[in-house]
Structure formats: structure tokens, C-alpha cells
């Protein structure tokens, strides 16, 4: 199993409040049959226009590429419940999530990713913010188990429930990791469901 302890690399800022999964991967880019694809469309119809030129967004910067902390504000994830917005933050390379808050069903399905959704207070959020803006190159380090993130000379303090910062910390959050596992287990189980015809 996976376990997440830290997450270091390069952060992107997108502002703004209430930004809803239908931004995050507009659902004509939902009609695939994996999502191994959806890294490219992530927040599309906000970075590209009708004939698919560039518009003014972090994630066409290219001081911003290969970042894999993504830094948001309020009720970050809202709308509806589609799975495919985590996958296509995923897939595009981000790796956590930090923020003033979040719909809960998005950061529930970032955390059957491994994506951790971190919270902390909008003047914190503002000075990540603002530093990743400015020092575009500089790593942040993401600690799960102290619940900080460094940067720079600072620290700040961050909130996951205790729930989740263990699932990630102890790997439980990978159900796949868990079933491999506990193969036998798992094929003692299967023969017990009359559904299931385990071979």
C-alpha cells in the first residue's frame, strides 16, 4: 500500500471562490471510456477560447509546469459529484490540494486518489498564494504527519480530520492496496458472495 506521509514539489495558484467541477473538467470531456485522458482538459473552456487559443491562466504559464500542489480558496470542488474532476487534476500531475475549504463529495473522491484536500485560513491561502506567484520555482513541502507546509523560511499549520490524515499516512486510503493485500482473505470473501465467481 501507499502511504503519504510528504508531498514536495513546485505549487500553482487558481483563484477564486465556488470554482465547481464543471470547470475543473467540462462534462463533453466526460464522454471517454477511461480517464487516461482527462489530464489535458483540465480546466479547458477557462484556459482555452472557442477556437482553442491560449487564454490568461496559471496552468498555461510556463513557470507553472510540473507543479504538483495545487492552491485554491473557497468551496474549492462544489457542483456535482463527477469523479472525473479529481481524475483529470490527477492525471494533469497534481498531487495535493491545499485551500480554504471544500465540497466534501470532491474531497472524498480525492482521497480515494491519495490527493489530500488541505485546509487552512484564507490569510494563509492569500500568502501561499503570493509566493508561489512570485517564486514560481520554489519547492513546497507538504507534511501529512506534522500537518504543516514549509516554504520558503515559514511554516504554517495545516487541517485534515484525523480520519483521513491516517488513511493517508498508514496507506489504507489505496482500497486496491488493501484488497492485494489481503489476497487470501479477499478470495475467501469472494466465494461467499454468490455474485461473484472467483477463480
Not at 501507499?2 to 462534462?27: S, W
Not at 482555452?48 to 480558496?73: C, R, T, W
Request: proline share 3%; hydrophobic share 35%.
Amino acid at each position: 500500500m501507499n502511504k503519504i506521509l510528504k508531498i514536495k514539489g513546485k505549487a500553482i495558484p487558481v483563484r477564486g471562490n465556488d470554482i465547481d467541477t464543471d470547470e475543473i473538467i467540462p462534462a463533453r470531456y466526460m464522454r471517454t471510456i477511461t480517464f487516461d485522458t482527462l489530464g489535458k482538459f483540465a480546466f479547458y473552456d477557462v484556459r482555452f477560447n472557442s477556437i482553442g487559443q491560449p487564454k490568461k491562466h496559471s496552468f498555461n504559464e510556463d513557470k507553472y509546469q510540473g507543479a504538483n500542489i495545487l492552491l485554491v480558496n473557497k468551496n474549492f470542488g462544489c457542483g456535482s459529484s463527477r469523479e472525473h474532476a479529481p481524475q483529470a487534476l490527477m492525471r494533469y500531475g497534481i498531487n495535493a490540494i491545499i485551500g480554504e475549504s471544500f465540497a466534501e463529495i470532491f474531497a472524498g473522491n480525492c482521497q480515494m486518489l491519495g490527493i489530500p484536500c488541505i485546509t487552512t485560513t484564507k490569510e494563509n491561502i492569500e500568502k501561499l498564494q503570493n509566493y508561489s506567484e512570485k517564486n514560481a520555482e520554489e519547492k513546497f513541502m507538504l507534511n501529512i504527519e506534522n500537518s504543516e507546509v514549509s516554504f520558503g523560511e515559514e511554516k504554517i499549520k495545516i487541517n485534515i480530520s484525523e480520519e483521513r490524515r491516517k488513511s493517508l499516512i498508514d496507506g489504507s486510503w489505496d482500497t486496491l492496496g488493501l484488497l492485494i493485500n489481503n489476497l487470501k482473505k479477499t478470495k475467501e470473501k469472494a466465494k461467499e458472495l454468490p455474485y461473484l465467481k472467483f477463480i
